[in-house]
């Protein structure tokens, strides 16, 4: 097993900033670098700090390529509640990356195993992605990898969890809104990755940070296999760090 490089923030504005360093490093060696992104609550410090950070002339994404980790299934892309819509909103839109370098999982996609073969085909022509970026879910699924009994390798369709669709209600008017399906990059491309860049903050989170680091690698905690990852750094607070 390989434990991660651990970086523990007051808060998670700062943990936002520690994630944007590693950024910020990666893009100054390697201004073409594939990210790979993530939506959610946890990255939007990050995402704040690095459109500040261009304006600012430290980071120059004109060249940078992104592949975003998941997509709901049914949702067009510029619905208000797409990971689509949420990457333009809350970071495309304010920074220079061009919109052609930008991909995100097609939640519309009439041959689902199609567009997740030519997914990862994409991400396969870039070169792979160097920076794989994630949060992670309150039952350990990383993208929308959910508890199973095996590690799913490629992109692919999966049925949500009642678990992650009670979280996601809060961003639907009613939970009878929110999908109840999504399109994900596998585990085997989030371990294909070069570096994985993990950020998790909050009290809540605790117990499976300590589960996925410290604890058994087993599909039950989808994240635990990020211990034989080589290269993976832990950004938390303090709240989420599972020891005092």
């Not at 994900?184 to 940070?209: F, H, W």
């Not at 680091?213 to 034989?228: C, K, N």
Request: proline content about 6%.
């Amino acid at each position: 097993m390989i434990h991660p490089r651990i970086l523990v923030a007051a808060t998670a504005e700062e943990a936002g900033a520690l994630a944007a360093n590693e950024f910020e490093a990666l893009i100054a060696k390697k201004p073409a670098a594939v990210l790979g992104l993530a939506t959610g609550s946890t990255p939007l410090p990050l995402y704040r700090e690095l459109i500040a950070r261009e304006k600012a002339g430290k980071i120059d994404f004109s060249r940078v390529r992104s592949a975003n980790l998941d997509e709901y299934k049914g949702l067009a892309p510029d619905h208000e509640q797409s990971y689509r819509k949420f990457m333009q909103d809350n970071l495309f839109d304010h920074i220079s990356i061009k919109p052609e370098n930008t991909i995100v999982p097609s939640g519309l996609a009439e041959d689902v195993e199609k567009e997740c073969d030519e997914y990862e085909e994409k991400i396969e022509a870039w070169g792979g992605v160097d920076c794989q970026l994630l949060g992670l879910g309150h039952d350990g699924h990383i993208g929308f990898n959910e508890p199973e009994d095996h590690f799913p390798a490629k992109t692919h369709e999966v049925q949500l969890t009642e678990m992650t669709i009670e979280a996601n209600k809060r961003f639907f008017a009613s939970i009878d809104d929110v999908p109840r399906a999504a399109v994900t990059m596998g585990i085997g491309t989030i371990m294909a990755a070069k570096k994985v860049l993990i950020i998790v903050t909050g009290a809540d989170k605790k117990e499976i940070l300590k589960k996925t680091f410290w604890g058994p690698v087993d599909p039950q905690v989808p994240a635990s296999i990020l211990q034989f990852h080589p290269d993976v750094t832990l950004i938390c607070d303090k709240a989420a760090y599972p020891f005092d």
